[in-house]
C-alpha cells in the first residue's frame, strides 16, 4: 500500500513549501499555478495580490484542484492531491490571522516591498484571501513504501 492516511497527507501538505493550484478558466481550460499557502483547519489558504485573475477564476467557477510532491528520486517521491472549491475569505479577524500564518511562514523567502520597484508595490499593497476546501477522495502516494515492501519480500 503506497496511500497516506489522511493524518500523513495533511503532514505532507503542512511541510510543503509550495503548491500547486489549478482552477478553471471560464471556458473550462485549467490555469495551473505554483503558490505559497498555510493550512488551516484542513482547508489551504492563499494569500493573492486583489488583481489577480486567478480571483476572477474561482468567482466564475470555485472548482479547483491542489497538489504538494516532494522528493527527487522516484523512490522519494510523496504526493497529495486534493480536488475541492475555493472561496474569498472574509472578515478582518480571519485576514489578520492568515496574514499573519503566511508571513511566519515565508517572511525568510521574499523580499521587502519597499525594496521593490512602485508598481510592483502596488500590485502586492492589496491582497486576497482564498481558502481551498477539499471535497471527496485525497489522492496520495509514498514511493518510499513500494521500495519497503520489495525489501520485506527479498
Known amino acids: 500500500?503506497?496511500?497516506l492516511?489522511?493524518?500523513?497527507?495533511?503532514?505532507?501538505?503542512?511541510?510543503?513549501h509550495t503548491g500547486i493550484l489549478t482552477t478553471l478558466r471560464r471556458d473550462g481550460r485549467?490555469?495551473?499555478?505554483?503558490?505559497?499557502?498555510?493550512?488551516e483547519d484542513r482547508t489551504i489558504v492563499i494569500m493573492t495580490?486583489?488583481?489577480?485573475?486567478k480571483i476572477a477564476r474561482v468567482v466564475n467557477d470555485p472548482r479547483a484542484s491542489f497538489l504538494v510532491e516532494s522528493g527527487e528520486r522516484w523512490v522519494d517521491l510523496i504526493g497529495v492531491h486534493l480536488s475541492g472549491r475555493v472561496e474569498i475569505v472574509?472578515?478582518?479577524?480571519?485576514?489578520?490571522r492568515l496574514d499573519a500564518a503566511v508571513n511566519a511562514k515565508y517572511a525568510a523567502f521574499r523580499p521587502s516591498?519597499?525594496?521593490l520597484p512602485e508598481?510592483?508595490?502596488?500590485?502586492?499593497?492589496?491582497?486576497?484571501?482564498?481558502?481551498?476546501?477539499?471535497?471527496?477522495?485525497i489522492l496520495t502516494w509514498d514511493n518510499a513504501r513500494i521500495a519497503q515492501r520489495v525489501r520485506e519480500r527479498s
Open 1 to 3: 500500500m503506497i496511500r
Open 5 to 16: 492516511t489522511a493524518d500523513e497527507a495533511w503532514d505532507a501538505i503542512e511541510s510543503a
Open 30 to 39: 485549467p490555469v495551473t499555478l505554483p503558490v505559497w499557502f498555510v493550512v
Open 49 to 53: 495580490p486583489a488583481g489577480t485573475k
Open 90 to 96: 472574509n472578515g478582518e479577524a480571519a485576514i489578520g
Open 113 to 115: 516591498l519597499s525594496g
Open 119 to 137: 508598481k510592483t508595490q502596488k500590485y502586492y499593497a492589496k491582497n486576497v484571501f482564498l481558502r481551498f476546501v477539499p471535497e471527496g477522495k
